[in-house]
């Protein structure tokens, strides 16, 4: 259902029931494989497991809330990228999605390359050991500096973003001597079935060099002419949470218009097209996201086909998954506090997190399953509201639940699908410390990124 966001806060002061959600399910124990990480189960007692580890035990050691990251899970759906694709094309994972020196070293054992799209998350691939020019720099205003360091350290791509960073691309890279392999980032006037906010090809917002107008064709002669640039292909990126195709058979069409006539024009058939990421997850047992073999036998055909109509070499096929790869392979952990029921309506349960930890559901009105993970119920569902603990009414984790009517205090629940853009989008609102993300992998847990602690805070804090 599509919402608008309110000034104070998606939904601000509603409290009724509106019927967009689902009836209860069946079995409020069940955990729906769609959206939870591959080892999570129900262990003894009906604690939920993960890796082994029983969340209970997680929460003792590692406190809460906590991002608990299925390594396992993480790893078999990177190679299930790279698999897909196999050797003829490259798959770039989305640091943005979440990243890390643990997450980077998996992706590069793995075989997958990262893209980023900012100084920080350059220096956190290259800090864990990630090759260069296994790396794609994305942002629509890269600085100086950041252009710099890209260029100087052997960046593989830099994609451009605008006709201002075409030409300082190519002095930065000229004045360090080098050639820069980059590609042009166009908008092909093709809007995703998405939020607003995330939908990325439409010609009104911040991204890319639209095709019309014959902006992407001037582009394209600017970069061929700049002796510091080697321009390898195009990009283009749709929207994200996708799970419909024909975005991407228009999207496709459109670029291989552009590489007809960049040939026509140039006579250079460029070797390399970006088609970007945005792929859907299930964050909920409603949706029905692809299997990344179904996803790369239809790109492959798209572009193919476009092709041999254009009489054009198949170019080098680049995707960029990143919610697809870490989204399902986290949830995130929170103790229960009050619980506050209001007759007629629902129930309001509050958790030791909130929006500092998950903004997506205010950003975005994003959808959320959740679950009581330290234990079983046979009571009657409850519709429930799980909310955080933030001075803020559009603090809201679930929108609409159904959770056991015998829920207390000091019980765990989950949220499945958190891996993507949670911790990266994570603040100190309210000044929460950031929560820990925890990886777990065979029995064995570990913190591949501390929680936050006062001193952290203090220490930025001048006086």
């Known amino acids: 259902m599509s919402r608008s966001a309110h000034p104070a806060g998606p939904r601000h002061a509603d409290v009724l029931p509106e019927g967009h959600y689902s009836a209860p399910p069946a079995d409020l124990n069940a955990l729906d494989p769609k959206v939870w990480a591959e080892t999570v189960t129900r262990g003894e007692g009906g604690v939920v497991t993960v890796g082994?580890?029983?969340?209970?035990?997680?929460?003792?050691?590692?406190?809460?809330?906590?991002?608990?990251?299925?390594?396992?899970?993480?790893?078999?759906?990177?190679?299930?990228?790279?698999?897909?694709?196999?050797?003829?094309?490259?798959?770039?994972?989305?640091?943005?999605?979440?990243l890390s020196r643990a997450v980077v070293r998996w992706l590069h054992e793995e075989g997958l390359n990262v893209d980023v799209c900012s100084g920080g998350e350059l220096t956190t691939a290259l800090s864990a050991g990630m090759p260069a020019d296994r790396i794609a720099f994305h942002g629509n205003n890269k600085s100086v500096d950041e252009i710099t360091r890209a260029v100087e350290t052997g960046v593989g791509h830099i994609v451009l973003d605008s006709f201002q960073e075409i030409a300082r691309v190519?002095?930065?890279a000229q004045s360090l001597g080098k050639r820069q392999k980059v590609l042009i980032r166009i908008t092909v006037g093709v809007e995703a079935h998405t939020h607003e906010f995330i939908a990325t090809a439409h010609e009104d917002q911040k991204f890319g060099i639209p095709l019309s107008g014959g902006h992407a064709a001037e582009a394209v002669r600017r970069a061929l002419q700049l002796d510091g640039l080697e321009l390898v292909g195009i990009h283009s990126h749709i929207g994200s949470q996708i799970f419909d195709m024909s975005g991407f058979e228009v999207a496709a069409h459109r670029v291989v218009s552009l590489l007809k006539d960049i040939r026509d024009e140039h006579?250079?058939?460029?070797?390399?097209?970006d088609l970007g990421g945005g792929l859907g997850i299930a964050y909920t047992s409603d949706d029905d996201p692809r299997e990344p073999h179904e996803i790369a036998k239809a790109l492959t055909e798209i572009v193919t086909r476009e092709c041999e109509a254009a009489r054009l070499r198949v170019p080098r096929i680049s995707v960029e998954p990143g919610r697809a790869i870490v989204g399902p392979t986290a949830f995130t952990l929170y103790e229960v506090g009050t619980i506050k029921p209001l007759d007629g309506l629902r129930t309001y349960v509050s958790v030791d997190g909130g929006m500092s930890d998950n903004i997506r559901t205010a950003l975005y009105d994003a959808e959320y399953s959740v679950a009581l993970v330290s234990r079983t119920s046979d009571a009657e569902p409850m519709l429930a509201r799980v909310v955080g603990k933030h001075c803020e009414s559009g603090d809201i984790v679930v929108r609409d639940a159904f959770l056991p009517a015998d829920l207390a205090p000091g019980d765990l629940i989950a949220v499945p699908a958190t891996g993507a853009y949670c911790r990266s989008m994570a603040s100190n609102y309210n000044h929460m410390l950031r929560p820990p993300v925890v990886a777990v992998h065979d029995g064995e847990a570990r913190v591949i990124v501390r929680r936050e602690t006062e001193e952290d805070l203090l220490r930025l804090d001048v006086g």
């Open 52 to 98: 082994g580890i029983a969340v209970t035990e997680l929460a003792e050691e590692f406190g809460t809330p906590a991002y608990v990251l299925d390594e396992a899970d993480f790893r078999a759906r990177a190679r299930a990228w790279r698999t897909a694709f196999g050797t003829d094309a490259d798959v770039f994972y989305a640091g943005k999605a979440f």
């Open 170 to 172: 190519a002095h930065i």
């Open 267 to 273: 006579g250079v058939e460029l070797p390399e097209i």
